[in-house]
């Protein structure tokens, strides 16, 4: 059987065939580049080197997260659309199993860890001498309650991944078991061991369709957290459904002077860099936002709530998301335009922490009026 896996959930970008005997190509890279402009170059090199016929291919495996949203985003799309048009079943690996599969047959407890922002890091721990034995299930927690459980299993223990850098003082000054970090070649994402795991998975029937499967981000983003804090509403905040896009087209044209079409919509939610999320509410959509997400920046394009759930929260629960999946995903700006004449989404921007940062000129058509330019640095 032959595996064909991505993972995308890190900042490496790993793309690798392999079969039960060996890894045929593997192609890792770990620089800053957004993955729509390396995953797909480097299938193509894999294809091209090995003169590859996806046909071929018995199926299709996938980091399934937790990690970067952008990332595991951009390794979902990519595969899914592999899977529907090659008619592939794909195989969802959780990104700290499949990390940590780097190190098996190692008789060490094996932690990986994952740098997941705000003081925590995404991990478990895992035997992986013999069988894969999930000692702790991946979770996302502060270092310090990692810690003191490692304390209390009191076994030998040996780390990887990126949450390494940022936390190794800490785990050498507070561990009182023995310890070791993996070797530079071990301690990142690799998509030869997801494909090498999924070969397993595949036999024992653990595979999805392109269609059902979805990326586990395993927490609650951040705006989930401050909605449950501040009010009891029940509002959800999620990327957008295709069948929503006729819905939205007739709010735009309810709000907006210059509304987006149909088709204009549907392109903006076809683009890799474009996150589109709904605010919803007992299965209805009553709100949205547009933003394009590139290298460090994010562009708020659009933001508009029905008039009648305006004074729900609704709005700010949609910008609340949005920052927290910015910061999942390294990005540390948002900047927007609004209409000069829009005194109310500007004061709604301003108490949202945005600050004006100047004027466009005639920036707008239907009517022709300056825009407003405004901006939040994250993490401030």
């Known amino acids: 059987m032959r595996i064909l896996a991505i993972d995308s959930s890190s900042l490496v970008a790993s793309v690798a ?5 060996v890894t045929i190509a593997e192609y890792t890279v770990n620089f800053k580049k957004t993955h729509s402009q ?4 480097m299938l193509e090199e894999i294809k091209k080197m090995l003169a590859l016929d996806l046909e071929s291919i018995d199926a299709l495996a996938v980091s399934s997260g937790p990690g970067s949203f952008t990332g595991l985003r951009i390794g979902a799309s990519t595969v ?9 079943p794909l ?13 098996a047959g190692d008789k060490r407890l094996i932690c990986p860890i994952m740098d997941a922002r705000r003081g925590q890091v995404y991990t478990a721990v895992y035997r992986m001498a013999e069988e894969v034995e999930e000692i702790m299930p991946g979770s996302a927690l502060p270092i310090a309650e990692l810690l003191s459980f490692l304390n209390n299993q009191r076994e030998e223990v040996i780390f990887l991944g990126d949450g390494v ?16 970090f993996a070797l530079p070649h071990q301690n990142r994402q690799r998509a030869a061991a997801y494909g090498a795991l999924a070969l397993q998975y595949l036999k ?4 999805v369709t392109a269609a059902e499967f979805a990326p586990d981000y395993l927490r609650d983003s951040q705006a989930e957290r401050e909605r449950k804090e501040r009010t009891r509403r029940d509002w959800v905040v999620k990327p957008i459904g295709k069948e929503d896009i006729g819905e939205i087209a007739e709010l735009e044209r309810r709000i907006f002077s210059d509304a987006w079409s149909v088709s204009g919509l549907e392109e903006s939610y076809k683009r890799e860099e474009a996150l589109i999320l709904g605010a919803y509410k007992e ?12 290298a460090d920046e994010c562009e708020l394009m659009r933001l508009a709530v029905k008039e009648e759930k305006r004074k729900e929260n609704a709005g700010t629960h949609l910008l609340l998301a949005l920052e927290s999946m910015c910061e999942d995903a390294g990005i540390k700006k948002i900047f927007l335009e609004v209409r000069e004449s829009n005194k109310a989404a500007i004061s709604f921007y301003e108490s949202g922490n945005f600050i004006q940062d100047g004027v466009r000129p005639n920036f707008y058509d239907n009517p022709v009026e300056d825009g407003v330019l405004m901006s939040r640095e994250l993490g401030k």
Do not use: C, M, R
Request: no cysteine; proline share 6%.
């Open 91 to 103: 195989v969802a690996i959780p990104t700290l199993t499949g990390l940590a599969y780097n190190l």
């Open 283 to 294: 299965g209805k959509i009553y709100g949205y936002l547009v933003a394009y997400l590139a």
């Open 38 to 41: 390396t995953l797909l170059p």
């Open 80 to 88: 899914k659309g592999l899977g529907l048009a090659l008619s592939k």
């Open 165 to 180: 850098p940022a936390f190794q003082e800490q785990i050498e000054k507070e561990l009182g078991v023995p310890f070791a």
């Open 17 to 21: 065939l392999v079969d039960e005997e």
């Open 204 to 207: 024992e029937g653990k595979t």
